[in-house]
C-alpha cells in the first residue's frame, strides 16, 4: 500500500448522501489513502452530487466546473462524479464535462476502486467486502437503498432504483463491528425507512430491526430516518415507544397542506389523514419530537392552498421543518404531466413565510426548556463548544475545558434559540 496517496470527498445533499461517502472514505483508507483537505493536493477527487433540488445540482456543477484548472493543471489527479447526478447514461455528462475521469451510480463504488487499481497500480482487493462507515462516535447505517413511491415531484426512484432492503442479519453484523470500533449511536437510512423489510424472507418490518439493534451492546442509541405516513405502522410506533435506545424524534414529511396538492403529488394520504397519524404517535410517545419536509409553489399552488400548509404548521408546531422551493427535476410524473406556474419569486417569499413561522414556533418551544437539563451524546466540538444532542434530536452546545467527545453527559440548558440550545455541564451526584 501506498500510504502517500491522498483523497478529497466532496459531499453535498442528504443523510444518505454522507452515508455512501463515509463508505466510500473507509474503503479508500483501507487500500492506503490519506485524506486531504485540499483538493489540488490530492490524487483522488470524488464529488459525491445531489440533485433533489435544483439548487443542489447548481452547486454541482460550480464545484465540477472550479476543479477544471486543477485537472488541467495535473492531468494525473483522477476527478470522479458520484451520486444522484449521474443516471444509467452518462454521454451528456461525458459531454459537459470531459475532464472528469469516471461517473459512478449511487452505491456503485466496483467501477471506480477498479478504475483506481488500473490507473495507480494498486491492489484493491477486499476492500469493498466490510464496506461500513468509518467509525466515528455517531455512524449511518443504509438499510434500504431506492424508493417504490413515485412521488410526482421526486428524482429518487430514477437514480436511485426501486428499493431494496438489506438483510436483518446484515445490518445487525454492521452494527455489531461499529460499536467494537466505538460507535455508540446509530442512524438507520431510508429513503422510505418504513417500508423496511417487504422484499425480505418473512417479511420483518423496522420495528423488528429495531428490537434486535437495542439488544446489542456498546450502542447506546438509534435514530431513523426518513418516515412515510403510509408506512408508520402501529407496530413501529409501539416499538419506538417502549425500546430505550430508540430515540424520540420521527422526521415525518407531509410535503403540503392541501389535499388537492398532495393528490398531485402522489403522496397518498389527506391532511386529515396526517393529522390522526400524528395525534396517534404523540399519545403513544408522549415525549416525541417530530420534524417535517415542505415543497412550496408546487404545480398550480395557489394562496388559499399555501394557507392550508401554513395552519397545520401552526396546529402541529413540529420540533423542525425542512421547507423547499418545487423545482422542475427530468423524467419526473410532474415534469412530463404538469406546469410550473408558480414564479420564484412568489415561491421565495412562500419560503420566508414558513421560515418566519417557524422561527416563532420554535422560541416559544425552547424558551419552555430553560432551566431543563438533557442527557447528550458528545459528538465533537465547534469553535470553543462541545455539542451533542438529546433523544429528540435538539443540537446542545456547551462548553468544557475536558475533551468529552463520546461520552454521555448531562447539560442545563441556560441559554436558548430557535435553532440550538446552550447549556453547562453538571454533575449527576
Known sequence: MNNLLKYYIWTIGCQMNKADSERLENALIQIGFENSNNPSESDLIVLNSCVVRQGAEDKVVGMLTSLKPIKEKNPQIILALMGCMVGPNTKNLKQKFPYADIFIQPQNYAPLIDYIEQKLDIDTEGCLVQLTAKPDVTAYIPIVQGCDKF???????????????????????????????????????????????????????????????????????????????????????????????????????????DDEILNKMRRGYTNEEYRSLVYKIRSKIPNVSISTDIIVGFCGENDIQFQKTLDIIKDIRFDKVHAAAYSIRENTIAMRKMIDNIPLKEKKSRLQTIESLQKDILEEKNTLLSGEIFEILVEGKKKNNQYGRNRNDKLIYFNHPENLKGQMTNIKINNISPWSLHGEKISTK
Open 151 to 257: 412521488c410526482s415531484f421526486c428524482i429518487i426512484p430514477y437514480r436511485r432504483g426501486r428499493e431494496i432492503c438489506r438483510p436483518l442479519n446484515e445490518i445487525i453484523l454492521e452494527t455489531q463491528y461499529l460499536t467494537e470500533r466505538g460507535v455508540k449511536e446509530i442512524t438507520l437510512l431510508g429513503q422510505n425507512i418504513d417500508s423496511y423489510g417487504h422484499d425480505l424472507p418473512g417479511k420483518p418490518d423496522l420495528g423488528d430491526l429495531l428490537k434486535e439493534l437495542n439488544k446489542i451492546d456498546g450502542i447506546e442509541r438509534i435514530r431513523f430516518l426518513t418516515s412515510h405516513p403510509n408506512d408508520m405502522s402501529d407496530h413501529i410506533i409501539e416499538s419506538i415507544a417502549e425500546l430505550n435506545k430508540v430515540c424520540e424524534h420521527i422526521n415525518l414529511p407531509i410535503q403540503a397542506g
